[in-house]
């Protein structure tokens, strides 16, 4: 694909969001934005319709650069991840979901004989990933197994550390652009180029703290981009990307995100750039 393709693409992405944002502007002034509205961790008012128009964007055009083989697998991971992070995003504002955050509140919400929002999300991303990784698989055999534990892994793996890092204004975005522009080349560049373009057409209102991505944009935009890892051609690679994933998410469960990134010179600032004062 062409430098010129690829600025298209991420073009496209853009306008694609800058599109949705306005159409969502206008859905939040009405009586059917009020179950989109949340408080955000600075008690200002924002819209979690900013999730749906970067998901839309963003696989949209994904699917219009992917590479032939791999066109099915995005328009999957970008729509399921989107549909069931919407979901989550409303039914998991129930008042009796309140507990059933991270890993162990799904645990225990289904050893309580309950199944929680989160974890229909991440039945239904697995699931999306597993099937990416057959539609996507590469040989046969051993060889092809192990590739696909990998795709399926960095696919569901990738889209939800996204939507953990977005705690704060801009900082799932800033994620989401810093990865694509990482893998905007190469012969799947093209799964990259779309999204990159979204998720900085939504960017400046993320920052500005009229939307939120929620759900269902970080984890549709982390899947699309967990695909595209899952397209590098090294393997060692991909194993090495899917144990900083899960390293990651795992230590998720333990330490706060958000004051690893307060007390890490360059890191607090990059977080904190372009983000309105708490």
């Given at each position: 694909?062409?430098?010129?393709?690829?600025l298209?693409?991420?073009?496209?992405?853009?306008l694609a969001?800058?599109?949705?944002?306005a159409?969502a502007?206008?859905?939040d002034a009405?009586?059917?934005?009020?179950?989109?509205?949340r408080?955000?961790?600075?008690?200002?008012?924002?819209?979690?319709?900013?999730?749906p128009?970067?998901?839309?964007?963003a696989?949209?055009?994904a699917?219009?650069g992917?590479?032939?083989?791999?066109?099915?697998?995005?328009?999957?991971?970008?729509?399921?991840?989107?549909?069931?992070?919407?979901?989550?995003?409303?039914?998991?504002?129930?008042?009796e979901?309140a507990a059933?955050?991270?890993?162990?509140?799904?645990?225990?919400?289904?050893r309580?004989?309950?199944?929680?929002?989160?974890?229909?999300?991440?039945?239904?991303?697995?699931?999306?990933?597993?099937?990416?990784a057959?539609?996507?698989?590469r040989?046969a055999?051993?060889?092809?197994l192990?590739?696909?534990?990998?795709?399926?892994?960095?696919?569901?793996?990738t889209?939800?550390l996204?939507?953990?890092?977005?705690?704060?204004?801009?900082r799932?975005?800033k994620?989401a652009?810093?990865l694509?522009?990482?893998?905007?080349?190469?012969?799947?560049?093209?799964?990259?180029?779309?999204p990159?373009?979204?998720a900085?057409g939504?960017?400046p209102?993320?920052?500005?703290?009229?939307?939120?991505?929620g759900?269902?944009g970080?984890?549709?935009?982390?899947a699309?981009?967990g695909?595209r890892?899952?397209?590098l051609?090294?393997?060692?690679?991909?194993?090495?990307l899917?144990?900083v994933?899960?390293a990651?998410?795992?230590a998720?469960?333990k330490?706060?995100f958000?004051?690893?990134?307060?007390?890490?010179?360059?890191?607090r600032?990059?977080?904190?750039?372009?983000?309105?004062?708490?």
């Amino acid at each position: 694909m062409t430098a010129g393709r690829r600025l298209a693409l991420a073009a496209g992405g853009a306008l694609a969001a800058r599109a949705g944002l306005a159409a969502a502007a206008v859905l939040d002034a009405g009586p059917a934005g009020a179950r989109w509205q949340r408080t955000n961790y600075a008690r200002r008012p924002v819209t979690l319709l900013g999730g749906p128009v970067l998901a839309a964007a963003a696989t949209g055009t994904a699917i219009a650069g992917a590479p032939a083989g791999q066109r099915v697998a995005a328009a999957l991971v970008g729509t399921v991840s989107g549909l069931v992070g919407g979901y989550d995003d409303l039914a998991g504002a129930r008042p009796e979901q309140a507990a059933d955050k991270g890993l162990a509140g799904h645990l225990a919400a289904l050893r309580a004989g309950r199944i929680s929002a989160g974890a229909v999300k991440v039945a239904g991303i697995g699931a999306a990933a597993a099937v990416a990784a057959v539609l996507t698989r590469r040989g046969a055999g051993g060889s092809a197994l192990v590739d696909g534990v990998l795709t399926t892994g960095l696919v569901a793996g990738t889209a939800n550390l996204l939507n953990l890092l977005d705690l704060r204004p801009g900082r799932a975005g800033k994620a989401a652009v810093g990865l694509a522009v990482a893998g905007v080349g190469g012969p799947a560049g093209g799964l990259a180029a779309g999204p990159l373009g979204a998720a900085l057409g939504v960017l400046p209102a993320d920052l500005g703290e009229q939307v939120m991505l929620g759900d269902c944009g970080a984890n549709a935009v982390g899947a699309l981009l967990g695909l595209r890892l899952a397209a590098l051609p090294g393997r060692p690679v991909r194993i090495a990307l899917l144990g900083v994933v899960t390293a990651l998410t795992l230590a998720s469960e333990k330490i706060s995100f958000t004051r690893v990134i307060e007390s890490t010179p360059g890191l607090r600032e990059l977080d904190r750039l372009g983000r309105r004062p708490a």
